[in-house]
């Protein structure tokens, strides 16, 4: 099984956890391939959003998609790239996202929400999620989660 590990970090908190969950996937015998998604303007205010990296999920068995929250939802240069994903016939995919707000009921829970709409829309389907509570003493229990939740081979089947 080869597994994409498929993100967009603009200040390196996600990939941080991307990279630790490739390390994780790795240690327990899987291909991982971690790409992050980049624009020519990551500036969090610019409306324009034109990708230049574009990572292609066709390639891979499973994805795993993070990203931070973005005002209560999925930061744009993510949402843009699922908006122009292929049809993905029924691929498995997990997300996580990163947020600094101290409840997930600010944003984690409707980005997640958001997230599995976009996934659905391309005919793929959500088997995980999680959260990441950045600014919370919970942090790395909620990083130690995801590792766990997304390295259960069950969860892809
Ligand atoms: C423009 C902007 C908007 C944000 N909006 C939210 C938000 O609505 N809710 C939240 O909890 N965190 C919000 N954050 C915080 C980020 O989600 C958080 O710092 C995240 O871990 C950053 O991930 P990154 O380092 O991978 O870019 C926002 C950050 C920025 C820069």
Known sequence: MKIGIIVYSYTGNTLSVAERLKTTLEEAGDVVVLESIKAKNENPNTTK???NVIPDARQYDQIILATPV???????????????????????????VTHAFPFPWLGGN???????????????????TGVVNWGSKKRE????KILTDFSDRKIWS
């Not at 973005?70 to 994903?85: A, H």
């Not at 829309?121 to 995980?128: G, L, Q």
């Not at 229990?141 to 130690?144: K, L």
Request: hydrophobic content about 40%; some cysteine; overall charge positive.
């Open 49 to 51: 959003i034109e990708l």
């Open 141 to 144: 229990s909620d990083i130690q």
């Open 110 to 128: 409707s980005t997640l929400k958001m997230m599995k709409k976009l996934v659905e829309d391309k005919h793929a389907h959500v088997v995980s």
């Open 70 to 96: 973005r005002g209560f939802s999925v930061s744009p240069i993510m949402k843009t790239y699922l908006e122009n994903w292929p049809n993905l016939d029924a691929k498995p995919i997990a997300c996580f």
